[in-house]
């Protein structure tokens, strides 16, 4: 939470994040809360009443009550949602500024994108839904970025309807996610800039909103007639094996 504190997270919230009526105010304060209650280990609102707990009102003065962050929450539209992206975005820029978690990112950024389907438990939570998983809940669309000295972090999220299709609305959120990389290189930057993903990504926008950004692609291709007929056109002297720096000899092959 110091760290939060010195690159600036809660004045970014409360210059971007403009909710309306009693409970829009002090975004920031109340944002701020919700982390420290997540760092805690609280995973819902009734969770939060762990900042008044203990020895953590030596630290935390003046909490809100759990119904209050409840009500911010609440007061949340897709639009809010956007202005907290571009506060996360710029915040992220000040963490790196002042930590090591893109050491590198200048010499080759590798941006990752999937979703993942969060399990609910109640059918009367909103958007929740079977997706492809068929288990109830909510997807989460992530991007993430690695470099070669640095660990994967999440750039950024978006949550979505339980059934929404993998790449619905991914490009915009490729876009977006690589535009706050750029923002974390340095504008002299020539290293590599790739976007990875699976074949439910494999679709033109994802791939021209990723070459519109300056980025490279490495996208599993889905195995239609299309795919077929071209790999089917392709003669067998054209192919070149793969070298595999690690491989596993097969005694029943021989290879």
């Given amino acids: ?38 760092l805690t280990g609280a995973d819902s609102i009734g969770d939060m009443a762990v900042l008044r707990h203990g020895a953590l009102r030596k630290l935390f003065t003046g909490t809100y009550a759990p119904s209050t962050l409840g009500s911010f929450l609440r007061a949340f539209t897709f639009g809010h949602v956007r202005q907290l992206d571009a506060a996360a975005s710029r915040w992220l820029r000040n963490l790196a500024a002042v930590t090591l978690i893109v050491t590198g990112i200048d ?5 990752d994108i999937d979703d993942t389907i969060r399990e609910v438990r109640c059918y009367k939570k909103q958007g929740a839904g079977f997706g492809y998983s068929g288990v109830r809940g909510l997807n989460a669309l992530l991007t ?3 470099t070669g000295s640095a660990a994967p972090i999440i750039v950024s999220s978006r949550l979505r309807k339980g059934p929404t299709n993998s790449a619905r609305g991914a490009k915009k959120f490729v876009a977006d996610t690589l535009a706050t990389v750029k923002r974390l290189r340095s504008p002299t930057a020539k290293g ?39 790999i089917s056109s392709i003669p067998n002297t054209a192919w070149t094996p793969i070298k595999y720096t690690n491989a596993i000899f097969d005694d029943a092959t021989g290879r």
Avoid: C, H, Q
């Fill in 192 to 230: 590599m800039l790739l976007l990875r993903a699976d074949s439910a990504y494999y679709v033109s926008a994802v791939i021209k909103a990723a070459l519109r950004a300056g980025a490279m692609v490495s996208i599993t291709a889905r195995l239609n007639s299309l795919v077929k007929a071209g």
């Fill in 1 to 38: 939470m110091a760290l939060a504190a010195k690159t600036g997270l809660g004045s970014l919230i409360d210059e971007w994040v403009k909710l309306p009526g009693y409970f829009g105010a002090n975004a920031g304060l109340k944002a701020l809360a919700l982390v420290a209650g997540m």
């Fill in 107 to 111: 010499d080759l950024a590798l941006v």
């Fill in 144 to 146: 993430i970025v690695s």
